[in-house]
């Protein structure tokens, strides 16, 4: 498999190695596993929630509300550190 990176990517990338005496390929390899993995976390929570909504556990809300709800929680928050 070949990675083709634009050229700001590939010289962090030659800069991260050379400072770490690492080779290139080994810290691709890592980041791609930390990303997948990351991935798969996030799809693991992502189809939790979806069948918490579909079960009826959980209500989904508007975008509306959440917008009501981040303005009341930032003005208590607000009034708690004046």
Request: aromatic share 2%.
């Amino acid at each position: 498999m070949e990675v083709h990176l634009p050229p700001k990517d590939r010289a962090r990338l030659t800069d991260i190695a050379e400072k770490t005496g690492r080779p290139e390929s080994e810290i691709v390899r890592e980041v791609m596993h930390t990303y997948l993995d990351g991935m798969d976390e996030v799809r693991e929570m992502l189809d939790g929630r979806l069948e918490d909504i579909e079960s009826g556990r959980v209500e989904p809300v508007t975008a509306e509300q959440l917008q009501e709800n981040l303005a009341r929680r930032k003005q208590a928050f607000l009034q708690q550190r004046s």
